[in-house]
């Protein structure tokens, strides 16, 4: 053991050479530690603001515009639940498959006629996919 601090002693530079370098990181700290210290203040603050203003609250996320009830025997789908007033049928688009739209206010009740394939609606201006429906 006395062995190896002897190794570990003999391997430590000159005394000079642990003065000198503690030297340089003092004159260092003194010059820029006030301006890190500046920096660091800014940094903070800003992280504060940035959380008292919300931007890392949680997203909202897109609800879906209508819900829709499939039935493959009368080939139809019929809007069972709004939740966008004065939502449209132009606003709607088939992604796939072939049925019949509607037109005006979507409204519950409504209903989509000779649905085929695998009928996919997108609503168009919040590119949310309103659902597929399997009529094959």
Known sequence: ?????????????????????????????AIWGYHIQFFLTGLFCL???ILLLGYFDEKKKAEIPAFFSMDKNTRTLTVQKI????????????????????SGLVKEGDTIINCSGNVALRHIPTNTLMGAYNFE
Not at 8 to 20: Q, R, V
Not at 83 to 102: F, Q, R, T, V, Y
């Open 1 to 29: 053991m006395i062995d190896d601090i002897g190794e570990f002693l003999s391997k430590l530079p000159p005394i000079e050479k642990l003065f000198g370098g503690a030297w340089i990181i003092t004159w260092f700290l």
């Open 83 to 102: 939740h966008e007033a004065d939502l449209s049928w132009n606003d709607h688009e088939l992604c796939s498959g072939s049925a019949m739209i509607p």
């Open 47 to 49: 992280f504060l603001a």
